[in-house]
Structure formats: C-alpha cells, structure tokens
C-alpha cells in the first residue's frame, strides 16, 4: 500500500509485502489485522505522538526505534541495502516460521518506508519479544562484539563486555 499526504504529495509512506506480512501476522503468528493497526495507531485518548516520544530511541550509529503503544512491538530503521536484503529473504523467512513455529528468530510484521524532504528511510516492526514477560531484573545489548562494549556508570541496560565470564545462558524449551 501507499499513501502520500500533503501538498504536492510530500510525506510519502510505503508498505511493502503487505499481502505476504498480513499472511505471516494471521496465519502464522496468530494476530488479527486490527489487533496489529490497533497496536500501531495507538490510543486517541493517550495520543499516538506522546507514546512514540515516550519510547523512541536513536543509536548510535544514527538509526533509530520505537516501541508501539501498547509495547507488542518495535519498528527499527535499517539501510536501502538491509530492507532489499530483508526483501528478498522474505520468502524463506515465511517457510521457516511456518514449519518451524517455536523457532528463535524474531517475528517480523512489517516492512515500510516514508518519504519526507526528498529523504526516504526505511524500516520494520518487529513482534517485542518481552512483551507479555514478568518486568526484567537485568538487561543486556549484546551485539556479539567486546569493542566498545561497556555500560556507562548508571545506564540501566548493560553490555557485551559486562556479562560475566563465569555466566551461562540457558535457553530452556516452554
């Protein structure tokens, strides 16, 4: 789908795959299309710009992400190079999370662009994972890299280069 706003058409937004991530978010995740546009939109009573500066978040390396309203997902900017990667893996994405429902790769819902000032970014929701888990004692960003890997003194989410030597992760069958 694709609608483009203002005068002389200067917000652009794109969705791509839709009838391909309609069919993952239904059939094989189990979310009904309004329970995903509900998600997104957020709430007119709290207001859909309060819950997105509430939960945006820039890297460092100049992308960004933002939680939707509810919190049961996460839309993350990736390159032109990323989103083509994204898009023609797409199909085997599509049989393993059919075939393999438990598997650990993250559960993608969504594919977009936006188009604003003759800039285009891209970006994907991805199903948050944490969504409907007890509040989190520890948090780590592990990136799989020891380079620069360190928490600030106070920063609430830990590193690489914090998780200790003698700690195991046990990922255990539900």
């Known amino acids: 789908g ?21 069919w993952l978010r239904s ?3 189990g979310v009904e299309a309004e ?7 957020g709430s007119l009573e709290g207001g859909v710009e309060l819950s997105l500066a509430r939960s945006f978040s820039e890297g460092r390396g100049g992308g ?3 939680f939707s309203a509810d919190g049961r997902y996460l839309a993350k900017s990736m390159t032109r190079a990323e989103h083509h990667a994204l898009l023609q893996l797409l199909p085997q994405y599509c049989r393993h999370m059919q075939s ?10 969504g ?8 800039q285009t970014k891209f970006f994907h929701v991805l199903s948050n994972v944490f969504a409907d888990l007890p509040p989190m004692h520890e948090r780590f960003d592990l990136k799989g890299s020891w380079v620069d890997r360190h928490a600030t003194p106070g920063e609430k989410t ?8 003698s700690r195991l992760l046990r990922l255990q069958p539900q």
């Not at 329970?35 to 939109?41: D, L, P, R, S």
């Not at 594919?111 to 604003?116: G, R």
């Open 2 to 22: 694709r609608y483009s706003g203002g005068p002389r058409g200067r917000v652009t937004f794109r969705e791509y795959a839709p009838r391909t991530m309609q």
């Open 27 to 29: 059939r094989v995740f």
């Open 35 to 41: 329970a995903y546009a509900t998600a997104m939109a």
């Open 64 to 66: 960004f992400f933002f």
């Open 100 to 109: 393999q429902p438990r598997s650990l790769l993250s559960r993608l819902s």
């Open 111 to 118: 594919c977009y662009s936006i188009t604003m000032y003759g």
């Open 158 to 165: 830990r590193k690489d280069s914090d998780w200790p030597a």
